[in-house]
């Protein structure tokens, strides 16, 4: 009998040395896109496409939030820490603003694995500031659809899809943003 993939993720995003790990509980769909532009070459035989050698890749995460102050974990230079500690804070969005996207590494894991085989690692994500937040007609929780965008790192990489050591069974921790191996 085949054995597939049954997905509980978890999303985790570090940004300047800090993260945050979104739980099952809290996320709702969650997708990764990739594409790859085609260039198209019409000769008089036949018209030839191929790939270009770019890519594009993102996340796009319905989450569902305790407050709107949580957003600051995504939205780290737009928040605005509350000096009440009852407070969860808050997130301006300012007309002519000249602060940037917010930038860090995400990865998503399967709860439903012991190890990061399946994992989806983004080197570096950009999350736009073009969330949806939806307030539901039934009074269910309050949620955000964020999107984060891949962009390269320093060596180039965009993202990857499995895992993060090719030499043993790892384990992705989102506490310390590193890999720790798996214990037989």
Same mark, same amino acid.
């Given at each position: 009998? &085949?054995?597939y993939?049954?997905?509980?993720? %978890?999303?985790? =995003? ?14 709702? @769909?969650?997708? =990764? ?5 085609? @260039?198209e070459?019409?000769? %008089? &035989?036949?018209?030839?496409? %191929?790939g270009?050698?770019?890519?594009? *890749?993102?996340?796009t ?6 407050s709107m102050?949580y957003?600051g ?6 928040f605005n &820490?509350?000096t009440?500690?009852a $407070? ?17 590494? +995400?990865?998503? /894991?399967?709860?439903c694995n ?6 989806? /690692?983004?080197?570096? &994500? ?8 939806? =307030? ?12 984060f965008h *891949?962009q390269?790192d320093?060596d180039?990489?965009?993202y990857? +899809?499995?895992?993060? $050591?090719?030499t %043993? $069974? ?8 590193t ?5 037989s």
């Amino acid at each position: 009998m &085949a054995k597939y993939m049954i997905e509980k993720p %978890q999303l985790s =995003f570090w940004l300047d040395g800090e993260g945050v790990t979104v739980p099952p509980e809290m996320l709702g @769909t969650v997708t =990764f896109a990739s594409e790859e532009p085609e @260039t198209e070459i019409s000769t %008089q &035989a036949a018209t030839i496409r %191929q790939g270009s050698g770019r890519n594009n *890749a993102s996340v796009t995460a319905t989450i569902f939030l305790p407050s709107m102050g949580y957003l600051g974990n995504f939205l780290r230079s737009k928040f605005n &820490a509350a000096t009440n500690p009852a $407070d969860p804070g808050n997130v301006i969005i300012k007309a002519g603003s000249c602060s940037g996207s917010d930038r860090g590494v +995400l990865h998503i /894991h399967s709860t439903c694995n012991e190890d990061d085989k399946d994992d989806i /690692h983004i080197y570096s &994500a950009v999350v736009m500031n073009n969330s949806e937040i939806e =307030f539901s007609e039934d009074g269910s929780a309050l949620s955000v659809e964020l999107t984060f965008h *891949a962009q390269p790192d320093d060596d180039g990489n965009l993202y990857r +899809l499995g895992t993060g $050591d090719l030499t %043993q $069974d790892v384990l992705y921790d989102p506490e310390t943003d590193t890999y720790e191996p798996v214990e037989s």
